[in-house]
C-alpha cells in the first residue's frame, strides 16, 4: 500500500472529542471521510490510500466515541452528523476546499445526511446506503421477520432506551454477520480502536432518524452487486427516492458490504470519484508517496 504522511488535528478534546485524520496533498480538493459501523479511519486504511494516490487531500473522521477518541461516552446519530459539519467547517476555514463527502454503510448514511444538510459540497460518494425511514430499512437488520410491525418494535426500542440508554449492544444483536462477511475478498482484519458495542440510545437514534432525500450536490453512489446486506434491490429503492442535481448509481463488481475495504475495488472507487471531481471542477493533484507510513503514526 502506498505510504503518505498523515496529521492529526483535534478539533474537540475532552470525553466528547473530535478528531480529523488528514492526509495532505497541498493544492488539492479534500475528500471528508465518515468510517462504518463502529469503525475508525485504522480500517479504512486501503480506501484512504486510494483515494490520496487518485490526487485527494482526504479527511478521515475519528467520531465522537469513535477510533482515537474515547469510546464511554453517549452518543447520538445527531451528535455524528454534527462531527461531519464540524469538520467541513474546519477544513474550509483551513483553506483545505473545495470538499467533497463519502463514508461507507452507516457512514454512508451519514453521507447522504451531510449532503442534504450542506450547500458547500461538490459532491457526495456514499458507498452503500438507505434513508433510515424507508420501510425497507428493516430489512437489513435482525428484526425483518417484524417488518410488518415496525411501530409497535420502535416503540419497543424506544422505550428501552429511556430507561436503559447505555445499555451495550454488539454488531450481532441486531447485524446478521454472515451477510455483512459474504462475498468479501482480500480483507486483512484490523481492529485497532474499533468499538465492540453500541449504547441502545444511539442506536435508536440511528433507527429514527428522518434524512432529507433531498441532496445539494451531486451524488455518486456505489454499491457491489453482490452485497448480502444492503442488497441491489434495497439500494435501488434507496437512490430511486434521492433528489439531487445529478446522480448516479455505480455498481461495483464484487467484494460485498466491505467492498470499501478491499484494496482492487478501493481503486476503482476512488479512480472513479477522481474522475467524477474532475469533471465537476474539483482540484486534484497526483505525486509520489512520501514516508512515514500512515500506520507507523
Not at 40 to 48: A, E, N
Not at 94 to 102: D, F
Not at 159 to 169: D, Q, T, V, Y
Not at 255 to 283: D, K, Q, S, V
Amino acid at each position: 500500500m502506498p505510504r503518505y504522511p498523515v496529521q492529526y488535528h483535534t478539533l474537540r478534546g475532552g470525553r466528547h472529542g473530535l478528531i480529523l485524520e488528514l492526509w495532505p496533498n497541498a493544492g488539492a480538493g479534500t475528500m471528508l471521510f465518515y468510517p462504518g459501523t463502529m469503525l475508525s479511519p485504522w480500517q479504512y486504511r486501503p480506501l484512504l490510500a486510494a483515494l490520496r494516490e487518485a490526487g485527494f487531500a482526504v479527511a478521515a473522521l475519528h467520531l465522537t466515541g469513535h477510533g482515537l477518541n474515547p469510546h464511554s461516552v453517549g452518543f447520538t446519530f445527531d451528535d455524528l452528523l454534527r462531527d461531519g459539519l464540524e469538520a467541513e467547517r474546519w477544513l474550509h476555514d483551513a483553506g483545505l476546499g473545495p470538499l467533497a463527502v463519502c463514508g461507507h454503510s452507516q457512514g454512508g448514511i451519514l453521507t447522504l445526511a451531510h449532503a442534504a444538510s450542506s450547500r458547500h459540497l461538490a459532491a457526495a460518494f456514499p458507498i452503500c446506503g438507505i434513508l433510515p425511514q424507508q420501510s425497507e430499512a428493516i430489512a437489513l437488520t435482525l428484526f425483518r421477520p417484524l417488518a410488518a410491525r415496525r411501530q409497535k418494535l420502535m416503540a419497543v426500542i424506544n422505550a428501552l432506551a429511556r430507561r436503559m440508554p447505555r445499555l451495550p449492544l454488539p454488531v450481532p444483536a441486531y447485524l446478521s454477520l454472515r451477510r455483512i462477511s459474504a462475498g468479501a475478498r482480500h480483507i486483512r482484519a484490523n481492529r485497532r480502536k474499533s468499538r465492540s458495542t453500541y449504547p441502545l440510545a444511539f442506536l435508536a437514534s440511528l433507527f429514527n432518524a428522518r434524512l432529507s432525500p433531498r441532496l445539494h450536490c451531486p451524488l455518486y453512489f456505489f454499491n457491489a452487486w453482490d452485497d448480502a446486506l444492503f442488497t441491489p434491490a434495497l439500494v435501488q429503492s434507496t437512490f430511486d427516492l434521492l433528489r439531487a442535481p445529478r446522480k448516479r448509481l455505480i455498481w461495483l463488481p464484487g467484494g460485498g458490504h466491505l467492498a470499501a475495504m478491499n484494496p482492487p475495488a478501493c481503486r476503482y472507487l476512488a479512480r472513479t470519484a477522481a474522475a467524477a471531481c474532475a469533471g465537476l471542477g474539483l482540484p486534484l493533484r497526483l505525486e509520489s508517496p512520501d514516508a512515514p507510513s500512515p500506520d507507523s503514526l
